[in-house]
């Protein structure tokens, strides 16, 4: 905890060049600040989580992150919730639950993510990148993209790849996204200024439209130059959990938001397992058990299902698929108020979810293989009872353990040994997989739209004794419309 802490108030996420005149531009229009003790952990608390890292996700919230109280406290002291407050840089959207095990859902604010933007315009970031950006390699390892030790421990890596730690990206595309950005935003703020618009949904595409530009301008802050190539992009370099799985350190192209990354590498490749943890779980129970054949007919056809499925359920594309998420990990059908489920497709939506014959059918073989997937890997040692994943990684099962979060290690597993097996066989006679920009959990991006590795890689999975899986990957060009409005998912209409 104390690492955090220290990491928190002396690591830049941002260079230094650009934090410090980040940190004084904010300090110019909220004065007040100087008065938090330690400001600069505050500062990269918020700005560690200006695009929520995946494992430091809330529970119940994907907008929010997720902090240990006990950390709060050493940090800011007992009042620290107040303190917060009144910084009006993070701010606290929910209560804690015991009951559930969840944490105070925290959420960096709107007048952040406009700061940032703001701080990016005033001193024409782009421009100073492209003109006497920092240099990359510095003396580090290029091909060093994974870090030697797992995340939050001492224990070492055990991912076999190697990446290229620079990604290149489309820096006069995104001159131009920057500048629309900033346009809609203030055609906003114009429309609420008169009285126009003044409705909950259009303050939510306001905040949206804040926190794109805040990410956006982030990124910036970090771009560099390749010598060799004279590229211009940025330095992703990732850590292990304990499952195996590779997260993205704080603000990375992993994580950034969909609309952001699209205008930054328009022209990639992205590719991902279709429908990765049901595929598993599907290719799992019929290799060792027996057949589910709802869950494979749904792998088979995911797209045009899901379509169908929102529609007879009444909620968006990305809620019934977050819904089918949490059934693989074993949660239950109910309505009460704590359910997974209500806190994605609300009462009625779970009603509507319930008496659909064939979720009801897919959620009773998901939960019933679940089950069973943790007896298969459970065993005892001299630690406990310990839930063991094919890459060898032990998650000990202890009082107020969630047996979503013990599916969830067996399944990461698989999926990191899959993703791994692909890129070793997308790698050149160096070893190296020159190819692949981005890791992306279930996936990843190429700077190729094609490549001879996928097929081979494919094959050893299927051929690979710890898997025996038959998977498949889909593949989707990067196009940014350029003269396109924004969408703003889950409205119903954009400005």
């Known amino acids: 905890m104390e690492g955090r802490l220290r990491t928190l108030a002396k690591s830049h996420v941002i260079p230094d060049r650009h934090y410090k005149g980040l940190k004084r531009y904010i300090l110019e229009r909220l004065p007040h600040l100087k008065e938090i003790k330690p400001l600069d952990a505050l500062l990269n608390m918020a700005l560690s989580n200006l695009v929520v890292p995946f494992y430091r996700q809330h529970k119940y919230r994907d907008d929010c992150f997720r902090e240990d109280y006990r950390l709060m406290q050493k940090a800011f002291g007992r009042n620290y919730k107040a303190i917060l407050e009144r910084s009006g840089l993070i701010e606290i959207v929910g209560d804690y639950s015991v009951s559930s095990s969840a944490t105070y859902p925290y959420k960096v604010t709107t007048l952040f993510h406009e700061l940032v933007a703001g701080y990016q315009a005033s001193i024409n970031l782009l421009d100073k990148c492209v003109q006497a950006p920092n240099y990359f390699p510095e003396v580090t390892n290029?091909?060093?993209?994974?870090?030697?030790?797992?995340?939050?421990?001492?224990?070492?890596?055990?991912?076999?790849?190697?990446?290229?730690?620079?990604?290149?990206?489309?820096?006069?595309?995104?001159?131009?996204?920057?500048?629309?950005?900033?346009?809609?935003?203030?055609?906003?703020?114009?429309?609420?200024?008169?009285?126009?618009?003044?409705?909950?949904?259009?303050?939510?595409?306001?905040?949206?439209?804040?926190?794109?530009?805040?990410?956006?301008?982030?990124?910036?802050?970090?771009?560099?130059?390749?010598?060799?190539?004279?590229?211009?992009?940025?330095?992703?370099?990732?850590?292990?959990?304990?499952?195996?799985?590779?997260?993205?350190?704080?603000?990375?192209?992993?994580?950034?938001?969909?609309?952001?990354?699209?205008?930054?590498?328009?022209?990639?490749?992205?590719?991902?397992?279709?429908?990765?943890?049901?595929?598993?779980?599907?290719?799992?129970?019929?290799?060792?058990?027996?057949?589910?054949?709802?869950?494979?007919?749904?792998?088979?056809?995911?797209?045009?299902?899901?379509?169908?499925?929102?529609?007879?359920?009444?909620?968006?594309?990305?809620?019934?698929?977050?819904?089918?998420?949490?059934?693989?990990?074993?949660?239950?059908?109910?309505?009460?108020?704590?359910?997974?489920?209500?806190?994605?497709?609300?009462?009625?939506?779970?009603?509507?979810?319930?008496?659909?014959?064939?979720?009801?059918t897919m959620a009773a073989e998901l939960r019933e293989a679940s089950v069973q997937v943790l007896r298969d890997h459970q065993s005892v040692s001299a630690k406990g009872s310990v839930v063991t994943n094919v890459l060898g990684k032990e998650y000990l099962v202890s009082d107020g353990v969630k047996s979503g979060s013990l599916v969830s290690h067996v399944l990461q597993g698989y999926e990191a040994r899959m993703l791994e097996i692909i890129m070793q066989a997308m790698a050149g006679p160096d070893g190296i997989t020159h190819d692949v920009r981005i890791i992306q959990h279930d996936g990843f991006t190429t700077e190729v739209p094609t490549h001879e590795g996928i097929a081979r890689g494919l094959r050893a999975i299927l051929e690979d004794p710890k898997l025996g899986f038959e998977m498949e990957l889909s593949h989707q060009v990067i196009h940014y419309e350029t003269d396109a409005r924004p969408t703003f998912r889950n409205y119903a209409k954009s400005l």
């Open 142 to 360: 290029q091909y060093a993209a994974i870090a030697s030790r797992e995340r939050n421990s001492k224990l070492k890596c055990r991912t076999q790849f190697n990446l290229n730690r620079f990604v290149p990206l489309n820096v006069s595309l995104t001159s131009n996204v920057h500048r629309r950005y900033r346009d809609w935003s203030d055609e906003l703020s114009r429309l609420h200024s008169e009285g126009t618009f003044i409705t909950a949904s259009s303050k939510q595409r306001a905040a949206k439209l804040a926190r794109w530009l805040g990410a956006l301008s982030a990124v910036l802050m970090r771009l560099a130059r390749d010598r060799s190539t004279q590229r211009l992009g940025v330095v992703e370099t990732y850590s292990e959990s304990r499952s195996g799985r590779l997260y993205g350190h704080s603000l990375s192209l992993q994580n950034i938001p969909k609309e952001v990354r699209y205008a930054l590498m328009t022209g990639y490749t992205d590719w991902d397992f279709e429908a990765c943890h049901p595929a598993i779980l599907a290719n799992y129970m019929r290799l060792h058990h027996y057949a589910l054949p709802t869950v494979e007919s749904y792998v088979q056809m995911k797209a045009p299902m899901r379509r169908v499925l929102a529609t007879e359920v009444g909620v968006d594309l990305g809620q019934i698929k977050k819904a089918i998420t949490v059934l693989v990990y074993g949660a239950s059908i109910t309505n009460t108020r704590e359910s997974a489920l209500v806190n994605i497709l609300g009462r009625e939506g779970v009603q509507a979810f319930r008496t659909n014959p064939f979720l009801a």
